[in-house]
């Protein structure tokens, strides 16, 4: 079985920091891509940012474009996500999401992505 664990999300005023880690565990699988994405309440999931674990190629939302940086840990099996001039609108739930079976290029689709972890809570105060 597949286990993805964030960590690392809490409450934080606007302008300040986070990082978000997510832990890969379990079988061995493919990680062809890992990726976060965030839930507000009362919207869609979105695509946040992601990157290829062979090559490091990242991509990311217009909206964090500047602001975040998506890396990987290969020894740790760990994906990061670092947080940087958080806004309110920022607020939401984060989740860690791999695509297993992609070749070429991140997706941002949620649908490509075929494990997930439990989210952590991200708030940021005015």
């Known amino acids: 079985q597949v286990q993805l664990v964030e960590s690392g999300g809490g409450l934080v005023q606007a302008g300040g920091s986070l990082r978000l880690s997510c832990a890969a565990a379990?079988?061995?699988?493919?990680?062809?891509?890992m990726a976060w994405f965030r839930q507000a309440p009362g919207k869609e999931r979105e695509f946040v940012a992601g990157?290829?674990?062979?090559?490091?190629?990242?991509f990311y939302d217009d909206s964090v474009k500047g602001r975040f940086t998506i890396s990987r840990d290969n020894a740790k099996n760990t994906v990061y996500l670092q947080m940087n001039s958080l806004k309110p609108e920022d607020t939401a739930v984060y989740y860690c999401?791999?695509?297993?079976?992609?070749?070429?290029?991140?997706?941002?689709?949620?649908?490509?992505?075929?494990?997930w972890g439990q989210g952590t809570q991200v708030t940021v105060s005015s």
């Open positions: 990157i290829r674990w062979s090559g490091g190629i990242t």
């Open positions: 999401a791999v695509d297993e079976s992609r070749l070429v290029g991140i997706s941002t689709t949620r649908n490509a992505y075929d494990y």
């Open positions: 379990g079988r061995t699988f493919s990680r062809s891509v």
